[in-house]
Structure formats: structure tokens, C-alpha cells
């Protein structure tokens, strides 16, 4: 199929397209999920679809660059170019430009194993700009990310503040991962200029030990001077602390998950919280389709965030 592609794109332009290796990849998913939460139905739910376009080529001085451009249609049915970026790796390290996971986005999220829910809620932003050192030492990683306080690419056109996010917001990152044998380790910071001199400061760190079968993480962060997170109350300016912890077992083709994840505000005098707790179990049943059943239950001093939710998921 590569090979195909290629030669069709360089018949249609000029011989030196040869030099690129260009491929197309993408994915599906679709999960019918049941809920008992106060005015929402069941529902059948996509989950960021999409076509990846990648070409690889390498310069005359033996740098590796690679293009990618992906269209992706997600759960609000906007199209858009999530992730569509130009990477240049050498002896300087990993160099990428448009749309890249920052510096905290890129690593962690260690707690995150269930099939479908959960997740952790500090794992950072995308940034405009992006860079890994090379390798100091075997097993360690050093990044470092930014975005420029102007309307950057991967804002979309916006330059208002969009919470939760750093799109079209000057943003600067770093982080460091560390692995060894069986068990990775990580810690990042992230600064988002935020509207109104707003300034977001987000911490987040983690551990991972995975050996065989098995997979144990645990993971803790902060954001102080947040967002507005509306799915939990959390107010504009609030200071919240992250925790994460999450297991998993391969059996086969079959992965039984278990994640708890839970936040908590901590400079005001009604403090909210959630504590959400999902399984999941999940089937690799070849040829790029998976399967699976997740349900999850969300405890709250919220009463209508509250909620039980159970989903069934096809990924190809």
C-alpha cells in the first residue's frame, strides 16, 4: 500500500517525490453508552475519527523529516486538523512545528489504562512548538515545548481563552522521563497565559512499573489559578490537586483494566471533589478491530455529577 501511494503522488507532481516514503493510516471508534445521570439518554458516540496522512524523507546531511497531516472527526462533528505537524530529527534532537503534544502532554498519563473512560486529568497541553533534547543518558527524555502568545496554528483561528487548553494561548512546558528495566518515572511543568493575566501553573508526576502481563501506575498533580472545568463545578482561579492510580492484566488477546481517578479543590470554603472508579475489559480480535465493555461510577459532593455510566466500544 505504501509503495502504491508513493508512486501514484510522485507520477502526479515530479520525480523528487520518490524520495518520500508516504503512507495513510487512520481509525474508528463507536461506543453505545448507557447513563443514569439527570437529563442525558443513552447514546452511540464517536471518539476522535480519523485519516492520518505521513510522509518520511531524509536529507541530504542525514536528517529525518517527517510530515503529518490528519483530518479528524470527532464526538462534536467539527472536522479539523488535530495533530497535523512537521518534525525534523537529528543530531540536535527532535524539532517539531503546527500542531505537537507539549512538553507535559507527551509523557505521563501513566493512569490512564481503562478501555474507555477514565483518564487522568493532568496530562497536559498541545503547543505550537515542540523539542527533545538527544539522549544524554540511556533511558532518559528531556522536552521542552512553547506557544507563542499570538493566533497560533493550532488555534484554529482563536485567540480568546479556551478552557482546559493552551490553543491560541502563550503556553511553555518541560518535562523529564526516566526509564529503566521494568519502571518508568516522570515530572512536568506547564505555564498557560491564560485571558485577563490569568496565569495557569500545572505539576503533574507519575510512576509506572510493567513487567509480562502485568501494569501498575500511580500518578499525582496540581493546577493552581485554574480554568473553569464545567463538568465539575471548578471555578475560574481555583487551586485543585490530581490523583490517579490504575492496574491492568493481559490474558491473551483479553485486558482486564481497573483506574481510579480523583480531584479535589483546595482554596475554597465549600470544597468540591470527584472520585471516579472504572473497569474495563477488552478483546484484541485481530485484523485492527478491538472490543470492549467499560462502566464507570462517578462519586461527587455534586449531586447531579454524580453518575454510573457503562459503555460498549468497537475500535478499527
Known sequence: MKKIIALAVASAFVAPAFAADISVSGGLTYAYIQSDQASTGD??????????????????????????????????????????????SGPFGTLGLGDNSGALDATGDYTDMSYWFGGYNMDGNDMAIAYTLPTIVEGLTVRASMSPDGDNYIAGGETTDVAGTAEGLEATAYSVTYSVGDVSVYYGEEDVDRAAGQTTTNKSYGIMYSAGSISVAAEAGSTDNSAAVTSSDIAAGDDVEYKGFAASYKMGDITLAFESQQMEEKNVAAQRWIDENTFSVSQDLGGGV??????????STDTDKKFDRTAVVVKY
Request: glycine share 8%; proline share 0%.
Open 290 to 299: 478491538s472490543a470492549g465493555v467499560a462502566t464507570t461510577s462517578n462519586d
Open 43 to 88: 447514546i452511540l458516540t464517536a471518539d476522535d475519527n480519523q485519516v492520518v496522512f505521513t510522509a518520511t524523507s531524509e536529507t541530504s546531511n542525514g536528517y529525518s523529516v517527517s510530515g503529518k497531516f490528519t483530518v479528524v472527526d470527532d464526538a462534536t462533528g467539527a472536522t479539523d486538523h488535530q495533530g497535523t505537524a512537521l518534525t525534523i
